[in-house]
């Protein structure tokens, strides 16, 4: 829970989230634990392969789902050598920077700690379950 309320970095522009998705799949061996929140914490970080598919398809989705000239919905501890990522679903963002006292909580974590069942977690929208089901299911 400390590393998850750390500090962040946005990759504000999508030539940002590229360079930021290019250090990922370098690293992609390096112990990744990759997170739907929502669903159970993984037990055991996930295979370089795995790593790189959810990679490729979280970048699809963002780019077809959050239609804007800036990303700005996916932050690192830091952007050039990450151990924990937080990517925001577009499809619930409600107030991801800035103030809010009820602010969403990521669509999916990538860390090198093994993460923990949000307490506040709340369910993925079911299309997002089919989702990642569909991706590691």
Not at 25 to 40: I, Q
Not at 99 to 109: R, T, Y
Not at 115 to 131: E, I, K, Y
Request: hydrophobic share 40%; charged share 25%; net charge negative.
């Amino acid at each position: 829970m400390r590393a998850f309320r750390g500090s962040f970095t946005s990759a504000l522009r999508w030539h940002h989230l590229d360079a930021l998705w290019q250090v990922l799949r370098t690293d992609a061996d390096g112990g990744w634990y990759l997170y739907a929140v929502g669903e159970p914490p993984p037990d055991a970080p996930a295979s370089a392969e795995q790593v790189r598919r959810f990679l490729d398809e979280i970048d699809a989705l963002l780019r077809r789902e959050h239609d804007e000239d800036y990303c700005g919905i996916v932050y690192a501890d830091d952007l050039q050598a990450p151990s924990f990522v937080k990517i925001y679903d577009p499809n619930n963002l409600g107030v991801v920077c800035g103030f809010s006292d009820n602010p969403p909580l990521p669509g999916w974590i990538m860390s090198k700690l093994a993460p923990v069942d949000l307490p506040a977690a709340q369910p993925a929208p079911r299309g997002r379950r089919r989702w990642w089901q569909r991706l590691f299911g």
